[in-house]
């Protein structure tokens, strides 16, 4: 059902506003974090590896350490931000990772690399799953995958503008004190993020209570609605506290779930631009560092627009487990072909293919946990499984390059892409086929099971 052709003028008003106030804002500050942390992958091919003497494994373990930081303090952080308030807790940690962004301007060893990827990942701990419930706090859930596509589209959309932005960097060789391009770089993206992060701390507000611009009848009609959903939710889950997320069976799925998907991305992210770095050898072709910019960026022009078009469905219809499914098989099928295809072209398609798969599935994926979890639960269980997931950020980058240094490429360690977002659909079905994508609602006591919502699946 189209969720919105049935809103009162009110509603749509509110919606409205929301999206275009927050979601903007919150959109710039995850595309410097997602640049931030995937820099080092524009750097890999440009001067670092041989600057540091890395070999493929070591720069995958030095890419994949950031997450052991990010794991070790994400639902800390998390119940922070749910204690202190998103203002104040979000604002911290981009200040917090953009000093930590910078330092790496002057790294000079695989040791160094190694720690400050750490202490990045410590940094930067608790920011996207605080971004993801931040805005799930403003909406009622029919929006939210709207409102979480709008947010979803800057991870994308970091890559379209940032690789060819890294590529320009990159090409300013000696002009900043005489650094190498690769490290002025690491300095032109990391400044934003304290920036922005200052900013932030005045600019946003944690509830619709607080935000003037909104009207007072907007106020109350969303402020009505998330505790009407709210209360709805509580009614149906016992247990709302923190300890309840870790003791349930749904959100430990869902972490796994959602560990298939960012092993794809981040074995993209880290490996796509020494992969087209491959392309010279492999057909025989030249490239500049700015034109390898834009071939890194070719695949997420298509996964952004499918994005938004293929959440704006799961919005009108209302989310169907085939929505996550779907993307995840043909993510699965299309990576390990990419590097059999006969030509640059070919392989940038496939590749697409599965960039598109990705982002069509993770912000429909990210409206489940908040309709089964609330308040700290909710904080906790977002956090955890973002957590899980991102243990896919430490282990794909890892074992993408120790499997490339002992078979010598890249098509095993793309067959295990594969196999893990192969994992993510079976695993989504069996989630619905056990009714675990409930969703309560105000006007019952009973939650409407992905069985009843999805008969078709």
Do not use: C
């Given at each position: 059902?189209d ?13 409205r ?5 927050l ?15 995937t820099?080092i992958?524009f ?8 600057d540091?003497?890395l ?14 930081g ?58 996207f ?29 970091t890559?379209?503008i940032?690789?060819?932005?890294a ?16 490290r ?6 990391a ?52 300890k ?14 959602y ?20 392309f ?8 500049d ?8 960026a ?15 469905d ?55 946990p ?23 950020g ?38 619905a ?23 078709g699946?």
């Amino acid at each position: 059902m189209d969720t919105t052709s049935t809103a009162s003028p009110l509603e749509k008003s509110a919606i409205r506003k929301v999206a275009v106030r927050l979601v903007p804002f919150v959109a710039l500050m995850f595309f410097i974090n997602y640049l931030d942390r995937t820099a080092i992958g524009f750097a890999a091919p440009n001067g670092m590896n041989d600057d540091l003497a890395l070999s493929a494994a070591q720069f995958g373990f030095a890419s994949g350490v950031f997450f052991i930081g990010y794991i070790l303090l994400e639902v800390p952080s998390n119940l922070a931000l749910h204690r202190f308030g998103a203002r104040r807790w979000l604002s911290r940690i981009m200040v917090s990772w953009g000093i930590v962004a910078l330092l790496f301007t002057w790294v000079q060893n695989f040791e160094q690399l190694t720690i400050l990827r750490f202490i990045l990942g410590v940094a930067e701990a608790g920011f996207f799953p605080g971004a993801i419930l931040f805005l799930s706090l403003w909406v009622p859930s029919k929006h939210r995958s709207k409102i979480l596509a709008l947010f979803y589209l800057a991870q994308p959309l970091t890559t379209v503008i940032g690789a060819p932005l890294a590529g320009l960097l990159i090409q300013q060789h000696g002009v900043f004190f005489g650094l190498e391009g690769w490290r002025f770089m690491y300095f032109g993206v990391a400044i934003p993020a304290i920036i922005i992060g200052v900013i932030a701390w005045f600019y946003l507000k944690d509830k619709p209570a607080d935000a003037k611009w909104l009207t007072t009848e907007e106020q109350e009609w969303l402020t009505a609605a998330l505790a009407s959903e709210k209360a709805a939710t509580e009614k149906v889950e016992a247990k709302h506290d923190w300890k309840s997320a870790f003791r349930s069976g749904r959100v430990w799925m869902l972490a796994f779930v959602y560990f298939g998907f960012i092993y794809g991305l981040y074995a993209l992210a880290f490996f796509l631009p020494t992969i087209i770095e491959g392309f010279q050898s492999q057909f025989d072709v030249t490239f500049d560092v700015f034109q390898k910019g834009l071939i890194t960026a070719i695949p997420y022009v298509p996964a952004a627009i499918a994005l938004w078009l293929w959440s704006r469905d799961a919005s009108r219809r209302g989310l169907k487990t085939w929505h996550i499914v779907i993307p995840a098989v043909a993510g699965a099928v299309a990576i390990p072909l990419a590097l059999f295809a006969g030509s640059p072209a070919a392989t940038i398609a496939l590749i697409a293919v599965t960039a598109m798969a990705i982002f069509s599935a993770l912000p429909n994926f990210w409206t489940l946990p908040t309709r089964f979890l609330t308040g700290a639960a909710a904080a906790a269980g977002v956090a955890l499984i973002n957590t899980i997931g991102n243990l896919a950020g430490f282990s794909a980058p890892y074992i993408t390059g120790a499997v490339h240094d002992w078979t010598g490429g890249y098509q095993v360690p793309m067959f295990i892409v594969g196999g893990f977002m192969l994992l993510s659909a079976v695993l989504m079905v069996l989630l619905a086929r056990r009714g675990a994508t409930a969703v309560p609602t105000a006007q019952s006591d009973v939650p409407v099971t992905a069985t009843a919502q999805d008969p078709g699946k």
